[in-house]
């Protein structure tokens, strides 16, 4: 049987991959009283007097909603809310056994940009982060942007900076094996959506050299008259050269490829293109831009995708259990660039220079130190940058 008909069967099997459990006794009168009423109006009411304080007496200073529509759910596309709710579960399950977060699945049945935002806003005094999960670009940057605008707790877009906080890590491991800095190298990142730009944008804070982005219209150069406003922003901080032409003429020279776009849209020739001891990354899943073994024989040093199958995976497991971690640690108004920049570079540290290779640039998702490195990170960030509470 392989593992999409055997992760059917055991669905099936487990009818939901979470369940809620007390944390109370329930056994006696005194017990009722003390957990409802009529004792429980006591903390009512002193949450009435100070907000706050719901995050002392309630469950809400480790609970997380993990929010989807359903339009870009895993590689299947706009699937509906109901069908995106397996993968929310399963979501909710990361964060509670490799952050030690309670998290629940909520699936909306819009996707109403407003009617998104105005929802979640509604919600949000029950939590204490919000994870947008699966949502299509363009509409997902506006409505994190909004949130992020109104709500007092981290509002954090996984598919965009879970993505760019473990590729941002891979990269300093991958360069550091390469004997390249970060200053001085040329990235080409395929595939302008979500992940894509923000990946541009996080390397671009860290101090990449050059940045390239390319999508289906080739390579995005400033001045031109996209149709996506998310495709002008990130044209007006890369390719400073202005450099126009196919996604072939952007790799040629390059010192670092990232691919988070469709399958096999680089050919050997576009890897042999590139510079020396060059980088790939093609992050598609599950058929990624290049095959692994391909990009090798085409001459590319060092090679990491999204699959557990082969060396260096880049899987936003590595992240947003730690980040959550960290920023409900300090009880977080949001999550910053300077919280996302520090969660790269100490999944990054993980791994030290004498066991660097090209093939262990990253460490592995399941390695039990991830979570807990970048939440220290994250929550020391948070307080640097004045956005933590405690």
């Not at 397996?86 to 979501?91: A, D, I, L, Q, Y």
């Not at 990232?258 to 599950?286: K, L, T, W």
């Not at 399941?366 to 933590?388: H, I, K, M, N």
Request: with cysteine; hydrophobic share 45%.
């Amino acid at each position: 049987m392989d593992i999409r008909k055997e992760s059917l069967q055991k669905h099936a099997e487990w009818r939901g991959k979470l369940e809620i459990t007390p944390r109370v006794p329930l056994k006696t009168r005194e017990d009722l009283s003390l957990a409802y009423t009529p004792g429980v109006a006591e903390p009512c009411l002193a949450i009435e007097k100070d907000p706050s304080l719901s995050f002392d007496l309630t469950r809400r200073w480790n609970l997380v909603a993990v929010i989807t529509d359903g339009s870009a759910v895993l590689g299947l596309g706009n699937i509906g809310p109901e069908a995106g709710m397996p993968v929310m579960e399963g979501k909710c399950v990361l964060f509670k056994e490799f952050g030690g977060v309670d998290a629940v699945p909520l699936c909306l049945k819009s996707q109403d940009t407003d009617e998104i935002v105005r929802t979640i806003y509604l919600l949000s005094g029950s939590f204490g982060g919000i994870n947008l999960e699966d949502i299509a670009a363009p509409r997902c940057f506006e409505i994190e942007r909004r949130l992020r605008e109104i709500c007092d707790i981290p509002v954090f877009h996984d598919d965009q900076h879970g993505t760019a906080i473990v590729a941002g890590a891979a990269v300093l491991g991958a360069l550091k094996v390469a004997g390249k800095k970060l200053g001085g190298v040329r990235v080409v990142i395929n595939g302008a959506g979500s992940a894509g730009i923000a990946i541009g944008r996080h390397l671009l804070s860290m101090g990449v050299g050059e940045l390239i982005m390319a999508d289906k219209c080739g390579i995005l150069c400033e001045g031109e008259d996209y149709p996506n406003p998310a495709h002008r922003e990130i044209a007006a901080l890369s390719n400073r050269e202005k450099r126009k032409g196919s996604l072939a003429d952007a790799m040629r020279g390059a010192d670092l490829f990232i691919g988070v776009s469709a399958p096999g849209v680089v050919s050997r020739e576009m890897v042999a293109s590139m510079a020396p001891r060059a980088v790939v990354f093609p992050m598609a899943n599950p058929t990624p831009e290049i095959m692994p073994e391909e990009a090798k024989a085409a001459g590319a040093y060092i090679v990491g995708t999204g699959r557990s199958d082969y060396p260096n995976q880049i899987n936003n497991l590595l992240a947003f259990p730690g980040v959550f971690r960290g920023a409900l640690d300090c009880r977080a108004r949001t999550v910053n660039r300077e919280m996302e920049l520090a969660a790269s570079f100490a999944l990054a540290s993980l791994i030290p220079e004498e066991e660097l290779s090209p093939e262990n640039i990253i460490v592995s998702p399941l390695d039990p130190r991830a979570a807990e490195t970048v939440a220290r990170a994250v929550s020391d960030a948070a307080r640097r940058t004045g956005v933590a509470r405690i």
